[in-house]
Nanobody, 118 residues
């Protein structure tokens, strides 16, 4: 059974930090590129960050550059998103996403709430 389980969300003040983690199971994690997406209230889901299957390449949306860092541990089947200097506009449900580098197969986590507010 494929699972992507996010953790680490919550309420943080502007300027603060959070570290999201996503634990994968039920598939060959090291074959999948990983992404983080987010969906703010009343808006569509938007891509935030990408890391290649081996972790050699990362990419970020302009809104995340310089503040967020994506990383992965293929020995532990986890991917993380370190978020610093958080802003109220970062408030959203954050989703972990896995995409097989060889086929169209993809998986989504259930999402986790991040709220940035004073």
């Amino acid at each position: 059974q494929v699972q992507l389980v996010e953790s680490g969300g919550g309420l943080v003040q502007p300027g603060g930090s959070l570290r999201l983690s996503c634990a994968a199971s039920g598939f060959t994690f090291s074959r999948f590129a990983m992404n983080w997406y987010r969906q703010a209230p009343g808006k569509g889901r938007e891509w935030v960050a990408y890391i290649s299957s081996a972790g050699a390449t990362t990419r970020y949306d302009d809104s995340a550059k310089g503040r967020f860092t994506i990383s992965r541990d293929n020995a532990k089947d986890t991917v993380s998103l370190q978020m610093n200097s958080l802003k109220p506009e970062d408030t959203a449900v954050y989703y972990c996403h896995a995409k097989d580098r060889l086929t169209p197969v993809e998986y989504w986590g259930q999402g986790i709430q991040v709220t940035v507010s004073s």
